[in-house]
């Protein structure tokens, strides 16, 4: 399978571990997965993706599905899920 990576780093590092069960049943706790990076701009729905962001001031690496893409004022907007969540965490919205 090959998932999609949005990070802005000076180190990339192609290889990830699913640590949780949110993206069950495509990704399993305990997965390693290879990842390729790619521009936010050719993201498209249902890619799955891995990225960087702060939640609550914890800095997260999350492996999610995109499930919207829209446009607002002139930007893309990208939203996205754990396949085994029941919504996409508030605030995971990216522009």
Avoid: C, Q, W
């Amino acid at each position: 399978m090959s998932i999609s990576l949005i990070e802005i780093s000076e180190i990339y590092n192609p290889f990830y571990l699913v640590e949780s069960g949110s993206m069950k049943p495509a990704l399993t706790k305990g997965d390693i997965v290879f990842v390729s990076p790619v521009s936010f701009y050719d993201l498209k729905l249902g890619d799955i993706i891995i990225f960087k962001k702060i939640f609550y001031d914890i800095n997260l690496t999350t492996i999610h599905r995109v499930i919207e893409i829209n446009e607002i004022d002139g930007e893309r907007v990208i939203k996205t899920k754990g396949d085994n969540n029941i919504d996409s965490f508030e605030g995971l919205i990216f522009l």
